[in-house]
Structures are given as structure tokens and as C-alpha cells.
């Protein structure tokens, strides 16, 4: 803390308006964003090793829990992907 309140006085000595702020985040929110994201991708990456290797992929080809990601992945929508994406991006400007 002491690192973060000695910029914040060096940055009002050089006459920036600096205040405190706690911004509310929603963890659960966040947490199913974020598998969404990391299951959607680990499904791309099933199908693009499938087209890498000219078949179907199988779950022998990867570890288990790259697979059951890739699993769950596929029952997403695109519009789910997408907008867990926009949240994501939107709580890291906060």
C-alpha cells in the first residue's frame, strides 16, 4: 500500500485529481465468462487438431481435461462466446 499512496501523492503534486474508488465486480459473472472463453477455445483447438490430423479428434489425442474443456465448449453459442468476450474486455477497463 505504501508504493500505491506514494504515486498517488506524486500524481496530486503534479496537480492530477486522484480519489479512491472500489470498482463492483460480480465474481460469478465473471467466473462463467471466463469458462465459457477457455471452453469455447479449447474446442477450436479440438477441431482444429482434427483438421490438423485429417479426422475426427478423439479423447485419447489429449489430455483429459483439455478434452471435458472441449466438451463443454461446444455447447456453447457463438452469441455467448461473444459477449463473455465483451465482458471480459469491459472489467479489465475497470
Known amino acids: 500500500m505504501a508504493a500505491l499512496n506514494d504515486t498517488a501523492a506524486l500524481l496530486e503534486s503534479l496537480g ?6 472500489e470498482p463492483v ?5 465473471l467466473a462463467k465468462a471466463f469458462l465459457t472463453v477457455v471452453a469455447a477455445e479449447c474446442r477450436a483447438d479440438l ?5 490438423r490430423l485429417r479426422r475426427v479428434p478423439r479423447a485419447d489425442d489429449f489430455e483429459a481435461a ?5 466438451l463443454v465448449g461446444a455447447s456453447y453459442k457463438a452469441s455467448e462466446y461473444a459477449s463473455s468476450v ?8 475497470t
Open 66 to 70: 483439455t478434452w471435458a474443456l472441449g
Open 16 to 21: 492530477h485529481h486522484v480519489e479512491r474508488a
Open 86 to 93: 465483451r465482458l471480459l474486455q469491459a472489467a479489465g477497463r
Open 47 to 51: 477441431e482444429w487438431m482434427g483438421e
Open 25 to 29: 465486480v460480480d465474481g460469478a459473472r
